[in-house]
């Protein structure tokens, strides 16, 4: 089944722990982003990458990381989670540059 | 960069009723909009987009139609069901530059009561 994978589904997490949030997906597809989700916000994206080794800052990367170093990962990386980071965050990938998106379940963070 | 406006932010219909969301972009050089349906507690999923050199696309119950010269484009479902309820999120995006970024209007929520 083609499909995105995040993980975990649930996180909560104090103030300055680092974290990772997985992303996998089995498409074979080259294009992969992270959103967050705010009330009121709609989604906003965080950071996209077009290809393995290849990323760039979407609109809000600031208090973020994320790699690429296989075609089917791209995990998120806060490594100082503050609380205006908690929020409902998505992961997508498209075969053609953010066209078309497919999105994974998504992953509730709180930073307390 | 580009700027997405939607409205509105709440929708309530009868079944049976149409149902029409508007956006609006400031970018000119957009050229890809693409509409996302997010169910309670679930993913976004698309449902339809067009591109800038096309007017009017149609799938079934649901249509968009895209003004160039007003830079606004919008959603219609026809015929609506109480499945339709959800929130439904336009974005503009293939702007200046060539964008890879999807920007994305704030989603309208759809009420559809029986």
């Known amino acids: 089944e083609a499909q995105v994978t995040q993980n975990p589904r649930y996180l909560i997490t104090v103030t300055g722990k680092k974290l990772t949030v997985t992303c996998s997906q089995n498409?074979?597809?080259?294009?992969m982003s992270w959103y967050r989700q705010d009330p009121g916000l709609g989604l906003r994206q965080i950071y996209y990458s077009m290809n393995v080794e290849v990323t760039d800052k979407g609109d809000v990367p600031e208090g973020y990381k994320v790699s690429r170093k296989e075609k089917r990962n791209f995990p998120l990386i806060l490594e100082s989670p503050s609380p205006n980071q908690t929020s409902l965050y998505f992961c997508a990938s498209s075969f053609s540059g953010g066209e078309k998106l497919f999105f994974g379940s998504g992953t509730q963070l709180s930073v307390l | 960069g580009e700027n997405v406006e939607q409205h509105p932010s709440t929708l309530s219909v009868q079944e049976g009723d149409s149902a029409v969301i508007k956006c609006t972009y400031s970018?000119?050089?957009?050229?890809?909009f693409p509409w996302y349906k997010q169910e309670l507690g679930k993913r976004p999923q698309l449902i339809i987009d067009i591109r800038s050199n096309v007017g009017e696309k149609k799938d079934q119950r649901i249509a968009v139609t895209l003004n160039k010269t007003a830079k606004h484009f919008s959603l219609h479902i026809t015929e609506t069901q109480p499945e339709d309820s959800a929130v439904y999120f336009c974005?503009?995006?293939?702007?200046?530059?060539?964008?890879?970024?999807?920007?994305f209007g704030r989603g309208t929520s759809l009420i559809v009561h029986p």
């Open positions: 498409m074979n597809h080259e294009y």
């Open positions: 970018d000119s050089a957009s050229n890809y």
């Open positions: 974005a503009a995006m293939g702007g200046s530059g060539g964008s890879y970024i999807p920007t």
